[in-house]
Every structure is written in structure tokens, then in C-alpha cells.
């Protein structure tokens, strides 16, 4: 069967049991993808199918056969990293870092999602087709990514800076110039 | 996961030939299906995806629309005819679970998803007469402040969980089915069954069958909808009491309404005695709590969900007052 993965073409035969998560980490070895619940409720295991945003552990791995998953490992390029995780790192978006994969790919898909104009349950006009994205919009779509340790605040300032309304305003990214969406 | 084997369908034809010819399950995003089956609580031998069926949402000649069961959540709540027609559909999809899990659901799999009743996802430690039938609820003297309030019976008192389906209710959706005798449709709030005695006998669906799509009448009225759903925390979570209503105002008179519950019963709740209640009465406070206590006085608590009778008196209230000032 064939994946595509960090736009890498990879053959595997796999026991249609298999979570799209297992297939990660147990077989091609790409241990970035967490596996916090494996019931859906946590995030951590988020990647990005076709630039969507899914859980892999709620995804058999035959259903996306042939399909461009893009995990954590598949963010930074040769320019280095995404500037979505260097914000983590400046804002503390984390503490133990076990959300954190599940978080950025999570966020990147929404961003994707709030740019094409998907509504949220917080937007208030539903026919609005640009919404802004404020920090309530921001944290209301990314309320599928628990993060254990609390660093919520420091996440939602790190997707904000890179993300948000206020991204590229004079002063706000000052201290960050090499930052860009 | 007991084993099982994979196909996908290319239509509705051909997954209802895999079905008949194995025995098997449809698959849609798999989000419920998948976690049911880890637990061993679900044990298809086959599964058949759906998800490359009808994904369109098209407009019908009388001016309703038709949803493929296909269709991935958030393409419903995304589409301009729902969220500028159906309101309340669109804002009961986007207070269900999580963006990537809407991103994974579809229609027909969040119609026909199954309770989050903790007891029945106990396989090894409880007994349910869902999973089980005979042996027994241990939601009716356990923790029981999520279940049902109406319809509930002495078998079980689940509760339907599903958001999307609580507006369908409140809309008169048709869901256009599949099966080995052909199509037939069903309105969505008799797709369902109240637990009675057989709670593991969930629906009216036949063995095989097939939900290709759900369709919108065309009531413009419907414009004016909403949806509100109270929960423990601001979201991720499912509902304790949730109200889709519809409004429509002549003069100062009720002219025609709609309103169906969820968090309260084994299936969306449509609320009929409300609404004739509601109906040609002046839109006031008074009268949407008058048409709230006809509904839910024949709600029954447990030991610990009595706080849901009377938030689900106040959510009602407040829905209604919101469509009601909005078209003052
Ligand atoms: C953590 C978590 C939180 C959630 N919170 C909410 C919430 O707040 N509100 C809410 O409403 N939901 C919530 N959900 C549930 C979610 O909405 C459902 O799991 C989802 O809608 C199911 O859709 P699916 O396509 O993934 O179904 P699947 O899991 O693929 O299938 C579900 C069932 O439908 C059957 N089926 C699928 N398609 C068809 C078809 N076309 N014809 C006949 N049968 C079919 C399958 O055989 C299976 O029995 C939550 C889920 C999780 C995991
Ligand atoms: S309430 Fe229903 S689903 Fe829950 S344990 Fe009782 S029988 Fe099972
Ligand atoms: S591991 Fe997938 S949601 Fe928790
Ligand atoms: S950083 Fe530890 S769980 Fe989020």
C-alpha cells in the first residue's frame, strides 16, 4: 500500500487495523505524532491530510492511502524552522512538549481554515465571509489540542504572533523580525 | 480491534452489493466507529467505506437543499445556502466536537453515531443493556448526570449525542435511504427509536441499509434559527442540554416555530407540545416559558440530572427570546 508522506512516497503492507497513528510511529518510525488518549479527545496526534487538519489515531491508515499526510517532521524545510515553531519557542507555547507536534499541525490547518472563511462557533455573523481572527476565534478553534501542562496562553500568543489579526502590525512582531507568515 | 476486512465503495450501489455480499459495517470518518471498535464494543468483519459517496450539497428544484451523507461536517457548516438558510445547522455542527474531528465526520456517521453513556463504553466493568441486552443499566443508579430526562425507560437512559441531528429535528429533514428493497426516505425524527425495552434496537434502518443523503424542505422562515448548547466547559464537550428553534412572527403573534432538544432523550427531541403551545400565541417571555413547562413536564430526573428540567426550561426561554428580538 502507498502513503505519501512529508511528500515522501513510502510502500508498506499494513493490517487494516492500523491507525494512521501506528502506521507513523510504529512502522515508518516517525515518533513526532503523539499518541496521548487514542479516543479522540486530546489532539496530540493531529496531522495534516491534504492540508486538513484530522486525529490520526481516529483514522484507520487504509482510509488515507495515497493521500499527503504531512506530520511535525514534515514542517521545517532547509530554510529552517516553520515560523509557527519558532514562535512556540519564543512564546513558550509548551512545557513538556508532548502536545506540541499535535498542536502545530493543528494550528497550521486552522489557519487554513479561518483564511478560507470556515466559520467557528464564536463567530457571530455567519454570513461574514472574511472573519477576523481574533484571540477568541483562535482559541475556540484550537479547543481540540488540550495541553496537560497549561501552556495554553503562551500557544495561543504563539499562533496569534504568526496566525492572528495583528500579525505583521508595526510593533507587534518587532521583537521577531525574521518572523513571517 | 477483532479482524476485519476493507473495502471502499464507488457508489451506493456497489456498497450496498460489499454490504450484502459481507456481512459488513459502512464506514464514514470512522470517529465513532473506529473508537467503538478498539474497545471491542462494535466487531464488524467488514467494513465498507462510504466516504467516497454523494459528498455535494446541491439545491433542490423547490428550493431545498440535499446533503450527501458524504459530506464532511464542516462542508455543511462551511456552505453558504446552510449558514445563510439554516442557521441553527450550521451553529449546531460548529458546537460539536473539535475542528479535526468535523474535519473527519460525516453526515450519515454523525446520524447515526452512538451514546458517550461512560457505562457503555465499559466493556470489561459494567453492565449495559445496550451492549448487553438483559443484563442490566448501571447508568440508572450510577453517575448519571448526562442522561435523559424524557423518553428515558426503565432499559436505559442514554442519550443521543449528536449536535447535527438536533437541528435536522427541529428542520423536518428527510433522510433518503438505501436498501436490498430500494430507496425510501424517513423523516429524521422517526429514523431513531426511544429506548423501550430494546435499547440496543436503535433505529428504523433495516440490516445493510444505507444513508445516501438528508434534505432541507425550503421554508425561508428557517433564516431566522438558531442553536445554543450549555456544556461544562466553552467547548470540547458534549452537550447537557442543547435548543435548535426556529421562529416566524406575524405581527405579534406566533406564526409557526420549531424547536427540538438535545441532551435530554435517546434521540433529538423534537418538541411538539411546545410548539402547540407556541403556536398564534404573542411572543413573549411568559408564553416561552408556558410552552417550555408543557414540554418537559413529563420529564422524569435521576439522581443526579434533576438540574437539567429546569435548564432546559431556561435555555428554551433564552433561545426564543434571542429569534424574537432579533426579528423586533
Ligand atoms: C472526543 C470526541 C468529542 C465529540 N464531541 C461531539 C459533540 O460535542 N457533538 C457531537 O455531535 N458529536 C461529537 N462527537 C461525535 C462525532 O460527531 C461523531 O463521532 C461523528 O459525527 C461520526 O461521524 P463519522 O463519519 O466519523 O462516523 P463513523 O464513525 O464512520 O460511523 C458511525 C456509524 O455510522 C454508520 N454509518 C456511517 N455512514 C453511514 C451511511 N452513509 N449509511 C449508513 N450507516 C453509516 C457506521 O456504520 C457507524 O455505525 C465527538 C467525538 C469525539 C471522538
Ligand atoms: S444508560 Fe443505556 S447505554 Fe448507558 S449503561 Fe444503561 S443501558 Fe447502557
Ligand atoms: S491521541 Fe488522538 S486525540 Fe488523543
Ligand atoms: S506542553 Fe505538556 S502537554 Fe502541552
Redesign the pocket.
Same mark, same amino acid.
Given at each position: 500500500m502507498r502513503f505519501v508522506i512529508n511528500d515522501t512516497d513510502i510502500e508498506t503492507d499494513i493490517d487494516p487495523r492500523t491507525s494512521l497513528l501506528d502506521l507513523l510511529r510504529e512502522q515508518i518510525g516517525l515518533t513526532g505524532t503523539k499518541k496521548g488518549c487514542n479516543?479522540?479527545?486530546c489532539g496530540a496526534c493531529t496531522v495534516l491530510v491534504d492540508g486538513e487538519r484530522i486525529l490520526s489515531c481516529?483514522a484507520l491508515a487504509v482510509q488515507y492511502e495515497g493521500r499527503q499526510v504531512t506530520t511535525v517532521e514534515g514542517l521545517a524545510d532547509q530554510a529552517g524552522l516553520h515560523p509557527l515553531q519558532k514562535a512556540f519557542i519564543e512564546h513558550d507555547g509548551f512545557q513538556c512538549g508532548y502536545c506540541t507536534p499535535g498542536q502545530l499541525c493543528s494550528a497550521i490547518g486552522m489557519a487554513a481554515e479561518l483564511q478560507r472563511g470556515l466559520p467557528s462557533h464564536v463567530t457571530g455573523d455567519l454570513s461574514a465571509m472574511a472573519i477576523r481572527a481574533t484571540r477568541e476565534e483562535l482559541a475556540e478553534r484550537m479547543s481540540g489540542n488540550l495541553c496537560r501542562c497549561g501552556a495554553h496562553n503562551g500557544i495561543i500568543d504563539a499562533i496569534d504572533e504568526v496566525f492572528g489579526e495583528r500579525r505583521g502590525q508595526q510593533g507587534y512582531d518587532a521583537e521577531m523580525p525574521e518572523k513571517v507568515a | 480491534m477483532t479482524p476485519f476486512s476493507f473495502a471502499r465503495a464507488t457508489d451506493a450501489d456497489d456498497a450496498l452489493r460489499l454490504a450484502s455480499a459481507r456481512g459488513g459495517?459502512? %464506514?464514514?470518518?470512522?470517529? $465513532? @466507529?473506529? +473508537?467503538l471498535m478498539r474497545e471491542t464494543i462494535e466487531r464488524p468483519t467488514a467494513l465498507i467505506d462510504?466516504t467516497g @459517496?454523494s459528498s455535494t450539497i446541491g439545491e433542490r428544484d423547490d428550493g431545498g437543499l440535499l446533503i450527501g451523507?458524504?459530506v464532511r461536517?464542516t462542508a455543511v457548516a462551511e456552505h453558504a445556502a446552510v449558514r445563510a438558510r439554516y442557521p441553527a445547522l450550521a451553529r449546531a455542527i460548529l458546537s460539536?466536537?473539535?475542528g479535526q474531528?468535523r474535519n473527519?465526520?460525516?453526515v450519515?456517521? $454523525?446520524i %447515526?453515531?452512538r451514546t458517550r453513556c461512560a457505562y457503555f463504553y465499559d466493556n470489561a466493568g459494567s453492565r449495559c443493556n445496550k451492549r448487553n441486552p438483559g443484563e442490566g443499566c448501571d447508568a440508572i443508579e450510577g453517575f448519571n448526570r448526562m442522561h435523559a430526562i424524557l423518553g428515558a425507560s426503565p432499559s436505559c437512559v442514554a442519550t443521543h449525542?449528536? +449536535?447535527?441531528c438536533v437541528a435536522l429535528a427541529a428542520f423536518d429533514a428527510t433522510a433518503h435511504l438505501l436498501g436490498a428493497d430500494g430507496e425510501r426516505r424517513l423523516p429524521l425524527t422517526e429514523l431513531h427509536h426511544l429506548p423501550n425495552g430494546r435499547p440496543d434496537d436503535e433505529t428504523l %434502518?433495516k440490516p445493510g441499509? %444505507?444513508?445516501?443523503a438528508v434534505e432541507l424542505p425550503a421554508e425561508r422562515w428557517f433564516a431566522r434559527s438558531t442553536y445554543r448548547k450549555v456544556r461544562d466547559r466553552a467547548s470540547?464537550?458534549?452537550?447537557l442540554i442543547s435548543v435548535a428553534a426556529a421562529l416566524k412572527i406575524d405581527g405579534d403573534r406566533i406564526s409557526d416555530v420549531r424547536l427540538a432538544l438535545g441532551g435530554v432523550a435517546h434521540k433529538p427531541w423534537r418538541a411538539h407540545k411546545a410548539e402547540a403551545a407556541l403556536r398564534g400565541a404573542p411572543a413573549t417571555a411568559e408564553h416561552f416559558r408556558d410552552a417550555a413547562r408543557a414540554e418537559l413536564a413529563g420529564a422524569v430526573p435521576l439522581s443526579h440530572n434533576g438540574f437539567k428540567i429546569e435548564l432546559a426550561e431556561r435555555t428554551i426561554v433564552a433561545v426564543l427570546q434571542e429569534l424574537a428580538g432579533e426579528i423586533a
Open positions: 479516543q479522540g479527545a481516529l | 459495517r459502512y %464506514l464514514g470518518g470512522g470517529t $465513532n @466507529l473506529v +473508537d462510504v @459517496l451523507a458524504a461536517n460539536g466536537a473539535s474531528i473527519m465526520a460525516t450519515g456517521g $454523525n %447515526l453515531q449525542p449528536s +449536535d447535527m %434502518l441499509e %444505507l444513508i445516501t470540547y464537550a458534549f452537550a
